[in-house]
């Protein structure tokens, strides 16, 4: 089974500030792990992943995410904020592999971030 | 490419009425998912569909909910009757088998009255 914990309801930086959105999973096996972003009145969509090879995973919008198995964290960030960055993000793991888990995204409860001007 | 599709956007329905969603997967996805997503919470996995079969419907309130996917590719999710707590939206995604990644659509919100 995996579940995924989201430090943090309710983020809020200035813009150009620093973006760091915090992650931590609980996984059997190996996972996969996966950032969404949901804009108002939207679906969600990926903004990136990882599954196996380099830990430090590059995204569209130039954010980008560092996996530390030691850790179990999976923690989001992106160098300048911009307003367009204001959204409610997810952080999800699935089973990666293992085939009992399959492919089914297990998510977390969330992070709205604001971005002030 | 079109994306996930789904229908309505939006609906209002009195307690204890019936609804019902549509969803059109991505060309050649396989898998199929509805997600429940309530306010200010992540989304939950109802049923996850292989083709036309269910792979995982272990929380998916089957006293009031159903879903089908016939012929293995468009998808309708339904409940009845409607309870207050099932005001959420509703959101239906695919997958290419083993892709690992999920595409979502724009969500059906459901507000019971």
């Known amino acids: 089974a995996q579940s995924v914990t989201q430090l943090g309801s309710h983020v809020s930086v200035s813009e150009g500030a620093l973006v760091l959105l915090r992650c931590n999973y609980s996984?059997?096996?190996?996972?996969?792990l996966f950032w969404y972003v949901q804009y108002p009145n939207q679906g969600l969509q990926l903004l990136l992943k990882?599954?196996?090879?380099?830990?430090l995973v590059k995204g569209i919008n130039g954010f980008e995410a560092e996996f530390k198995k030691s850790e179990t964290s999976f923690h989001l960030t992106k160098p300048s904020a911009h307003m367009s960055d204001a959204a409610e993000y997810f952080c999800a793991v699935s089973g990666g592999l293992e085939k009992s888990s399959g492919d089914k995204l297990t998510f977390g409860t969330g992070t709205r971030l604001a971005v002030r001007p | 490419e079109a994306g996930v599709a789904q229908s309505p956007r939006y609906k209002i329905i009195e307690k204890r009425q019936s609804v019902a969603f549509w969803c059109n997967p991505i060309s050649g996805h396989a898998t199929l998912y509805w997600y429940q997503q309530i306010l200010g919470q992540g989304p939950k996995l109802l049923i996850q569909f292989q083709n036309n079969g269910v792979v995982d419907d272990s929380q998916l309130p089957k006293d009031r909910f159903s879903a089908e996917r016939l012929k293995g590719v468009d998808s309708t999710l339904k409940i009845q009757p409607a309870k207050l707590e099932d005001s959420a939206v509703y959101l239906c995604?695919?997958?290419?088998?083993?892709?690992?990644?999920?595409?979502f659509g724009e969500g059906s919100w459901l507000t019971v009255v």
């Open positions: 990882y599954t196996t090879g380099a830990t």
């Open positions: 996984s059997s096996v190996p996972p996969y």
């Open positions: 995604a695919s997958s290419l088998d083993g892709g690992y990644t999920i595409y």
